[in-house]
């Protein structure tokens, strides 16, 4: 059995209570809820974080590099600004998959780049909270070869 980080960035506490037109109408909770399943299911176990603090996701990709076997990482607006987030990430040897619940290339120009892409190894975005469900798959799927 091995573990898998998933980490959420700022405002993403907020999932459900508000913009459902953009974000979908499931809480945190029941994302976090449908990855653990997801991944008990595929007979693995996750830790699932969020913050609304950059250093404290650095940290937990710190964390990683001892701990988790993957890492799936939605850093919402840092996504777009956080070099930090990448040098930490750059120095993560595992599966790394970046999710968007939105599709952030229909939106406006300034999410249409992403520091973390340089490190993922894939992308999720426009699929709603189901593209974590997808990247637990497909984590798995990268343990197994
Ligand atoms: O689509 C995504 O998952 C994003 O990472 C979400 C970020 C946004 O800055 C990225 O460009 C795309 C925003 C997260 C804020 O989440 C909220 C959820 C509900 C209500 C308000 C904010």
Redesign the pocket.
Known sequence: MSLIYVLN????N???????E??GHETLAMVEADCRRVAEELGHSIRFEQSNREYEIIDWIHAAREEAAGIII????L??TSIAILDALNAYDHPVIE??????HK?EAF?HHSYVSLRADGVI??LGTEGYQLAIRRICTLLKS
């Open positions: 960035g700022p405002n993403l907020l999932l459900g209570k508000r913009q459902p953009v974000y939605n850093p919402a607006a996504t777009h999710v968007h619940i939105s599709n952030v939106r999410r975005a426009g």
